[in-house]
């Protein structure tokens, strides 16, 4: 993946706010054939440009002088094209010196270079591999911008797509002996859902797993910590359960050995039982103390949940009933925390707390139930004294008829009609 | 002496009943084809003593907070007994009165009840119109619910439009420049408070117009019974027509027991006043002529805002609707067919405008 940075990282145009005024390196290369060609909109959005530097500040030369010759010259610190095997050390100059950052964003962290050379791309870098990501192949060259722009490659939307146009092609990583599935799996993910299509960004893409500069694949002993980053009960939980001491001796990898690590789907009720869509039963062997643990705690989530539908059900019929259940609607809320406490609670592989939360949830269902009970009684119970309220009115009403007839007929016209 | 007569003898001693008996007995109520269309007036009578009833028995647990306010009807609605039953029949015979108020208005305005002498019925009755509306667009705002409070939002906002004076009326309403909770206790002071004196002090006006002048009879039955007088008929106010009037009461009474046991009036969801406004927001349906009306304006109509025409042509109309026994006066017949052409114009517009109002997204 020889990129096009032949003239290295920086041909910027002057356009917005620059030290320069003239810039001679546009003027041949804004009417050059790529890959030397720069374009003005391109340069526009780059933060380096926006911040004041410009084509010199990476490549060298004098852009004040218009002869090619001097302007590029060697005599003027001319650098020409940067090498792959030259930008990490090039981006470093400045990114990981903390005075010379400071002026531009004190919050930005000098420490890049440092991890790079930690993780598995700045490994192999180093043991002469140009071929693996440098600073380039993730945050682009001449068209940078900051990781909160969300048309940067390295926004938390985009990283998944940034980090798969190496790790997605089997062609390009033939030779490292590693799969290149896991874009795909992770587009089938949970996490990918809740950030690109819920857009909540703080949903893990594959930076949030593997680090970004110091990227690295977890191994074994890390994957529980790298989850319980954001999974900190679950965690917790398995840390306390027996489940902990016999992965760690079967050199199984926490939570990726029942979830997956790329293609992490919505957990099931019944990935806990022992039938179709079990994890349990990948180890557990019919008839053992896991396999009834987990036949028993499959069931009584299922219980809580159809005892929560029940009550759900029986709720909205008396809501469009037009009866008033919202305090029953809010105590419902309650049996489903319940229900996802208990779901959470399995972590710990312990019957016992399962069942304690399970057992709120059922006497929360049982309550809202009952409340859907009674406002279908008292809808029945209005519906009967309308009727005798109605029947009531109507007796009257004919009672009145009569009595109009009667004080009008011609034989009691006292009061009735008069013609004048 | 039986003892309704003992009674009589009684009250007669001390209050000199029977003298003031005496011209209910005597005063009479025409009787022809349109006699039925009396009766909305007093409908809408019985509807409005109902509201004062149930308002009296809400105001028992209401709080008018905007901490308190959605909870007290949801207890109300909940816990007291037959606390439903009372709540939903508000709501229902309050919407069943401005229907029948404005049944009374049109039927008035096409049997020509309005003309001489009776302007100032008609006035009086305009006010008490405006009056009802003033109930439902501040009552509607008391249960503090997501709906009533972006209505309410919208509602003031349209008033806010009003040239020169708006930015005031809006404030004024609001109670600031936000719906708030001091809009909720301002409305609420309207509601139970300013309305009913005002409506009391019109409704008595109207009653003792009524009284004083009678039930007025159509032209064309006018003209019939000049021709031929033996077809005049007229019954007695006390006890014939007040019979049947009680009669349409309890017609009124069943139905509004049934709508609020049948659909007892919905609670919603408690305001949110940071939380965006939902989808679909509109007002009660009898400002939704207008409402829908200000949406389907274009944004500009030559250099003026849609908006701002919209309202000031609605604003000319009512005056004009008003004034009406003032235009309408007796000589030739040209300008009242005209005005009976703009009446059925009026009344199709509005019912054309609601109906697409409730369906349109």
Not at chain 1, 105 to 130: C, E, I, M, W
Not at chain 1, 166 to 195: R, W
Not at chain 2, 44 to 66: E, H, K
Request: glycine content about 8%; aromatic content about 10%; hydrophobic content about 45%.
């Amino acid at each position: 993946m020889w990129l096009p940075i032949a003239f290295g990282v920086l041909f910027f145009l002057p356009v917005g706010v620059s030290a320069q005024t003239t810039n001679s390196c546009l003027d041949c290369h804004l009417v050059l054939d790529p890959p030397q060609k720069v374009s003005r909109e391109e340069a526009a959005k780059d933060i380096h440009f926006q911040k004041g530097l410009n084509c010199t500040s990476c490549h060298g030369g004098d852009a004040t002088n218009d002869d090619p010759n001097i302007a590029m010259g060697r005599a003027k610190g001319f650098k020409g094209k940067i090498t792959r095997a030259q930008v990490p050390a090039l981006c470093g100059s400045c990114h990981s010196n903390g005075s010379y950052m400071r002026q531009y964003n004190p919050s930005l962290r000098t420490d890049q270079l440092s991890l790079y050379v930690t993780s598995v791309h700045g490994k192999l870098f180093a043991h002469g591999d140009t071929k693996v990501a440098v600073c380039v192949d993730c945050h682009s060259t001449h068209s940078i911008r900051p990781p909160a722009d969300t048309q940067s490659t390295v926004n938390p939307v985009n990283v998944a797509e940034t980090c798969s146009r190496c790790h997605g092609s089997a062609d390009y990583m033939k030779g490292y002996k590693i799969p290149t599935g896991q874009f795909n799996d992770y587009s089938k993910s949970v996490h990918h859902e809740a950030l690109a299509v819920r857009g909540d960004l703080s949903a893990p893409t594959c930076t949030t797993c593997h680090g970004s500069h110091g990227a690295t694949p977890p191994g074994v002993a890390s994957v529980s910590a790298v989850c319980s980053t954001c999974h900190v009960f679950q965690a917790q939980l398995f840390d306390a359960s027996p489940h902990k001491a016999v992965f760690l001796a079967m050199e199984l990898p926490g939570c990726v050995t029942c979830h997956s690590n790329h293609l992490i789907a919505h957990p099931t009720d019944e990935m806990l039982s022992t039938g179709a869509g079990s994890v349990c039963v990948k180890c557990h062997l019919d008839g053992d103390a896991g396999f009834l643990a987990a036949q028993d705690i499959h069931g009584k989530l299922k219980k809580l949940e159809a005892a929560i539908s029940r009550s759900d059900q029986i709720l909205d019929q008396a809501e469009s009933s037009g009866m008033e259940v919202s305090q029953a609607r809010l105590q419902q809320a309650q049996g489903r925390d319940a229900l996802t406490k208990a779901r959470v609670t399995i972590h710990g592989a312990q019957v016992e707390q399962v069942n304690s939360d399970v057992q709120t949830g059922m006497n929360v269902a049982e309550a809202t139930y009952q409340a859907g009970v009674a406002a279908l009684a008292e809808l029945n119970y209005r519906r009967k004294g309308l009727a005798v309220s109605l029947a009531t009115i109507i007796l009257v009403l004919i009672g009145l008829r009569f009595y109009i007839k009667h004080i009008e007929s011609p034989s009691t016209a006292r009061h009735g009609d008069s013609s004048t | 002496m039986s003892l309704s007569a003992k009674v009589r003898n009684w009250l007669d001693e001390r209050f000199v009943w029977s003298e003031l008996t005496a011209p209910l007995k005597k005063k009479t109520v025409p009787k022809h084809k349109y006699s039925y269309w009396y009766f909305l007036g007093g409908i809408t009578l019985f509807l409005f003593m109902i509201q004062v009833f149930t308002g009296i028995l809400l105001l028992l647990y209401y709080r008018p907070s905007s901490n308190e306010a959605f909870e007290s009807v949801q207890y109300i609605m909940t816990r007291v007994k037959f606390g439903w039953l009372v709540r939903s029949i508000h709501s229902w015979s309050a919407n069943l009165m401005v229907l029948t108020a404005f049944m009374h208005m049109f039927s008035v305005f096409f049997l020509k009840a309005y003309r001489k002498p009776r302007e100032l019925t008609w006035l009086s009755g305009i006010v008490l119109l405006g009056l009802v509306l003033g109930f439902g667009f501040s009552g509607y705002l008391l249960p503090w619910n997501t709906v009533s409070f972006f209505a309410t939002k919208v509602g003031t906002e349209v008033a806010g439009q009003v040239p020169v004076v708006g930015h005031g009326i809006m404030v004024f309403l609001r109670g600031g420049e936000e719906v708030t909770g001091a809009t909720l206790s301002r409305f609420f002071g309207f509601h139970v408070a300013l309305l009913p004196g005002l409506a009391t002090l019109f409704i008595g006006l109207h009653l003792l117009l009524v009284q004083r002048l009678g039930m007025s009879v159509p032209k064309s039955v006018e003209a019939e019974w000049k021709t031929l007088p033996k077809e005049r008929r007229e019954m007695h106010f006390f006890p014939n027509f007040l019979l049947r009037e009680l009669s349409a009461w309890y017609v009124a009474l069943a139905v509004l027991g049934a709508l609020a046991a049948i659909w007892p009036w919905g609670l919603g969801v408690k305001a949110d006043p940071f939380a965006p406004a939902p989808t679909g927001i509109r007002p009660e349906w009898y400002f939704l002529f207008m409402f829908q009306t200000l949406k389907v304006l274009p944004a500009k109509l030559g250099p003026l805002d849609g908006e701002l025409v919209g309202i000031l042509a609605f604003s000319v109309g009512a005056l004009l609707w008003a004034l009406l026994p003032f235009f309408d006066k007796d000589g030739t017949n040209r300008p009242r067919r005209w005005i009976m052409g703009a009446g059925i114009f009026v009344l199709t517009y509005m019912v054309a405008m609601t109906i697409y109002g409730y369906f349109a997204a």
